[in-house]
C-alpha cells in the first residue's frame, strides 16, 4: 500500500517534474548509460562532475565516484529528497531545490571556512532523515566533509 501512494503522490504532485525527469531517464536508457532501481526511485549514472540530483522519482548521480561511501551514502540522501517532493509537492523545487542548489553551487569556499557540512543545510538534513527512514539504511561518515576542515589542534 506504502508503494501505491508513493507513485500516486509522485505522479500527481510531481507530475510536470516526473515527465520531464522520466523523459531525461528514458533518453539516457537509450544511450546506453547505467541504470538501476532503488527502493521506488529509479537511479541514471551519468559521467558528470556533479554529484547527485532528484527529480521526482528519478536520481541521477555521478557514475563511478572512488569513494564507494560517497555512493552509498548519495543513493541513500538522494532518495529522502523523493519523499520531500511528495510532501512539498509543487513546492519542491522552491524549498529544497534552489537551496540545495545554491548551498552546493555556491558555498564551497564559506563551508570549508567554517567547518560546515553540506548536510548542515535543512533540506539536505532532512533529505537524510527520510532517506534513512524510508530505506532503513543507514548512512556512512556523513560528515566526513567537516572533519577534512577542521583546523588541527595545536
Known amino acids: 500500500m ?5 507513485y500516486l503522490l509522485q505522479w500527481t504532485w510531481q507530475l510536470p517534474l516526473n515527465i520531464i525527469s522520466g523523459t531525461i531517464y528514458l533518453i539516457c ?12 526511485a529509479f537511479i541514471t549514472y551519468l559521467d558528470w562532475n556533479q554529484g547527485g540530483i532528484s527529480l521526482g522519482q528519478f536520481i541521477f548521480m555521478k557514475n563511478n565516484h572512488p569513494n564507494k561511501d560517497w555512493t552509498y551514502n548519495t543513493r541513500i540522501h538522494e532518495y529522502g529528497h523523493t519523499f520531500q517532493a511528495i510532501l512539498l509537492g509543487p513546492l519542491y523545487l522552491i524549498v529544497v531545490g534552489i537551496p540545495s542548489s545554491v548551498w552546493c553551487n555556491f558555498f564551497t569556499g564559506w563551508r570549508k571556512k567554517h567547518h560546515k ?4 543545510l535543512f533540506c539536505e538534513k532532512w533529505a537524510n532523515t527520510l532517506g ?4 532503513g539504511l543507514k548512512m556512512t561518515d556523513i560528515d566526513a566533509d567537516r572533519e577534512r576542515h577542521k583546523k588541527p589542534v595545536q
Open 29 to 40: 536508457k537509450a544511450m546506453g548509460k547505467k541504470q538501476e532501481r532503488f527502493f521506488n
Open 2 to 6: 506504502k508503494k501505491f501512494f508513493y
Open 117 to 120: 557540512s553540506y548536510y548542515d
Open 132 to 135: 534513512q527512514k524510508h530505506t
